[in-house]
């Protein structure tokens, strides 16, 4: 008996099978089980509507849903078309039920918006971050992007940008969810604050509310600072911090600049004035403990300056310098402060040099009209009044008074390339040869002033000048003051002319040797204050020291009046340096070999 093979009989039941007819309904083949049917995908339709604005309505600007959270429209992404009101719808369907998504918006803008700019870079921070900078939401080449989460109803603005940015960045450090929603609320407080709005509805802003003055100068000062401080300060709203607690007295500054915000910002003395500013407040609130910016002064810098400009004997390692076209002059110390070495040049051809000692046993007492107390005062034994520092400003009062002096300071930075330093050695006189010398890398320029006029005379030992006992301050005439100083020519050899209040000494050929002008003003003390000035030719009666009477009790009282000044007005240039390597000494020898003074 013949028996067929499994495997044949599998084969033949296959072909008997696939030979089947239609007509042959009696066999009937099973498939095999699948398991579960699939249940049809389910899409959900997701719809948002809102308002993008900056500076303005955004009109036609193209604004996705960020789905994979790039920042980026991509091409599969939806997308609407704002109107011309700024207003925009998106529709779209997925299978997710509740997406997590951002909103962009991208739109070019008329003109490219010139790009912030850092003015410059801190020394140190307390906590080093490796923060990187944020874009400008409109970039050189004009294009735009605003970010914002959706939880805002659809809203697009400056205010969601800076929400969102922030909280993304709080989510690329890993921050907790604890920290993120605290940092998050101190920020919408913040703006609120800063931006002046309601903070229940903060990031529902208008079109015409972003266009506001107030609205655009936040944003740039933000912008601005973000920039400064987002390579130096880890705290992600620093910015907003920092800025809060200047906000009065940077407005202050901007608004007397009477300059546009742009312009504010791109000027360097302003924006050293601001971050002196935001530098103060960063270190207030423990951010950093250096300065933000490399030109404000540091603790180390100030103990330099203040150990040379607080010096019994005069500013040691300074070299003072007088610039114009008519007068060049320098003054400087050495470096033991035991000699003055003195320079001077009137007019071209005809200069003066000389060396002469520090006289440290002057024991002159002299006193100053405090204008407050009404009377005069010692250094030693007036009101005191403790120096206070402010950014680059060193604040004191005249010895003895109530004025205000402040000594500004502008730091230099790498001095031998530095564009303002260069300028002061190409006016510089070309016999000084300021030029041929290695500066230090850091100068220290110094600007004093003075708020009011000083009146100050020797304690006890003033000359007086006596008139005749009718004589008042209506009548005092220049007749009568050229009697009383000029007793010696009076009255054949002095031509005195009333109207024009100048006197003329003559020789005895009856030449004019010398002429004088004669003014009257009110003194410190509002008394009567003549000056009598010697008359010279061009800009040095600049620098011609007058004599100064005040009138009382029927006599002249020499006094010294020091009037009211800042030395940068008068072409004046002072830079002191630290002496570690020596430059005292090379500077003083490099002067003296130049004008080979006369020494005393």
């Not at 809102?50 to 604004?63: D, F, K, P, R």
């Not at 040797?513 to 410190?524: I, L, V």
């Not at 072409?571 to 340096?577: A, G, H, K, L």
Request: with cysteine; charged share 20%; glycine share 4%.
């Amino acid at each position: 008996m013949h028996h067929k093979s499994l495997l044949a009989i599998l084969i033949s039941g296959t072909l008997l099978v696939g030979c089947s007819s239609d007509d042959d309904k009696s066999t009937e083949v099973t498939q095999p089980d699948s398991g579960t049917p699939t249940t049809p995908v389910s899409e959900y339709n997701h719809q948002i509507a809102g308002l993008a604005v900056y500076q303005g309505a955004l009109s036609s600007a193209t604004v996705c849903a960020d789905l994979n959270k790039n920042v980026i429209c991509d091409s599969d992404e939806p997308f609407a078309t704002t109107d011309v009101d700024g207003n925009y719808q998106l529709e779209w369907t997925s299978e997710v039920e509740t997406p997590d998504y951002y909103l962009v918006a991208n739109w070019q803008a008329a003109t490219a918006t010139q790009a912030i700019q850092a003015r410059s870079l801190a020394l140190k921070v307390k906590n080093p971050a490796n923060r990187a900078a944020p874009k400008a939401i409109v970039d050189d080449a004009g294009q735009g992007t605003l970010i914002a989460s959706p939880l805002y109803n659809g809203a697009i603005n400056n205010l969601t940008h800076i929400k969102q940015s922030r909280v993304i960045e709080m989510m690329n450090q890993n921050l907790s969810d604890s920290d993120i929603s605290q940092l998050s609320t101190e920020l919408d407080a913040l703006l609120a604050i800063l931006y002046q709005l309601d903070a229940d509805t903060l990031y529902s802003v208008s079109a015409e509310t972003s266009a506001t003055a107030n609205f655009m100068r936040i944003d740039y000062a933000i912008a601005y600072l973000q920039q400064v401080i987002a390579t130096q300060i880890p705290n992600i709203i620093a910015a907003e911090k920092i800025l809060a607690a200047t906000y009065a007295e940077l407005w202050q500054i901007v608004s007397d600049s009477g300059l546009s915000i742009e312009a504010f910002f791109s000027d360097d003395a302003f924006t050293l004035a601001a971050n002196i500013l935001f530098s103060d407040s960063a270190i207030a609130l423990g951010f950093t403990e250096l300065p933000i910016d490399s030109r404000i002064l540091s603790q180390d810098d100030w103990d330099l300056v203040l150990g040379n400009i607080i010096h019994e004997s005069g500013f040691a390692n300074t070299l003072s310098l007088t610039l114009s076209s008519d007068l060049s002059a320098f003054s400087m110390q050495n470096a033991d402060n035991t000699k003055v070495l003195t320079w001077i040049s009137a007019l071209a051809g005809q200069a003066l040099a000389f060396e002469a000692p520090l006289d440290e046993d002057n024991d002159e007492l002299t006193e100053c009209w405090h204008t407050t107390d009404k009377r005069w005062y010692t250094e030693d034994n007036g009101p005191v009044t403790e120096p206070s520092i402010t950014g680059n400003t060193y604040n004191t009062v005249y010895a003895g008074t109530n004025v205000p002096i402040t000594i500004d300071i502008n730091k230099i930075t790498h001095a031998n390339t530095s564009d303002f330093w260069q300028s002061v050695l190409n006016t510089s006189p070309e016999m000084l040869k300021l030029d041929t010398l290695i500066w230090p890398d850091t100068l220290y320029s110094l600007t004093v002033t003075q708020a009011e006029d000083v009146m100050c005379r020797v304690v006890e030992d003033y000359e007086t000048y006596a008139l005749s006992s009718f004589v008042t301050e209506e009548t005092l005439s220049t007749t009568m003051v050229a009697e009383a100083l000029f007793g010696f020519y009076f009255p054949l050899d002095i031509i005195i002319d009333e109207e024009a209040q100048t006197i003329a000494l003559l020789d005895s050929d009856g030449n004019i040797e010398q002429r004088y002008q004669m003014t009257k003003s009110t003194s410190p003390s509002d008394q009567l204050l003549i000056k009598v000035a010697e008359i010279v030719e061009g800009t040095a009666q600049e620098y011609v020291y007058p004599d100064y009477f005040l009138f009382v009790d029927q006599q002249l009282m020499k006094v010294e009046l020091n009037e009211k000044m800042q030395t940068s007005a008068s072409n004046n240039v002072s830079v002191t340096f630290d002496n570690n390597t020596g430059f005292t000494q090379t500077l003083y020898q490099h002067l003296y070999d130049q004008v080979n003074p006369l020494v005393f």
